[in-house]
């Protein structure tokens, strides 16, 4: 079974603290994709790798920011975090260019910034 | 750009029931996505179809392209089917429906 696991379930995080979500993927996906859930607006697209060292912004890009060094790891990185940015984080990756073939989500990470 | 759009958002049952959940979306699509997310947080990925129908177990996914509209039908409902159910339709990337909370009494 491809797996998709986020480093952490749970993180509290303060204010102004950079703060790093890690997803790794073990079946030699080339897209991986950052989301957030939030209560009421579902699921919403932060930022997507095609490939390695490759970023694309999503819905909502402001105040994230992404890493792919390598293919089986895709990180996002809040810069400075800020409460608004408490949510529900989901990774995903996923096999072919345009959206046809499944997706392979993460059990995600529940991010508070008090 | 494409909307997706889920009804109803809150669901009630008995078990036993039939149950049925809808999707629709503003434009053309490679395709569409259904996911159970249960308490807790952990998604899965439950069917990827881009016509006709696909059915496992008790849970049947359909969709109509030329209406843009999905359902996803469970049969025989169980309190165990309790979850958020979320479409969402792809272009490259997953544009997600706000998703259906369902709830199943025993």
């Known amino acids: 079974d491809v797996k998709v696991t986020q480093s952490s379930r749970y993180l509290v995080k303060r204010t102004g603290e950079k703060v790093f979500l890690e997803c790794v993927q073990d079946m030699d996906h080339e897209n991986m994709f950052w989301y957030r859930q939030d209560p009421g607006l579902g699921l919403r697209l932060i930022y997507f790798s095609y490939d390695v060292k490759m970023k694309e912004k999503g819905d909502i890009p402001e105040g994230y920011s992404v890493s792919r060094e390598k293919k089986e790891r895709f990180s996002l990185i809040l810069e400075s975090a800020s409460t608004n940015q408490t949510s529900m984080y989901l990774c995903?990756?996923?096999?072919?260019?345009?959206?046809?073939?499944?997706?392979?989500f993460g059990s995600g990470t529940r991010l508070t910034v008090v | 750009k494409n909307e997706v759009e889920q009804s109803p958002q809150n669901l009630t049952a008995q078990e036993g029931e039939f149950i049925t959940i809808n999707c629709s979306y503003s434009?053309?699509?490679?395709?569409l996505h259904w996911l159970q997310q249960h308490p807790g947080g952990g998604i899965v990925s439950l069917f990827m179809l881009s016509s006709g129908k696909k059915k496992h177990g008790r849970l049947i996914a359909t969709i109509n392209i030329q209406e843009k509209h999905s359902s996803l039908h469970i049969t025989a409902s169980h309190p165990r089917d309790s979850a958020v159910y979320i479409c969402g339709g792809s272009q490259g990337n997953l544009i997600f429906g706000k998703g259906t909370k369902l709830s199943v009494k025993p």
């Open positions: 434009v053309g699509i490679s395709a």
């Open positions: 995903a990756s996923s096999l072919g260019a345009t959206g046809g073939r499944g997706y392979t």
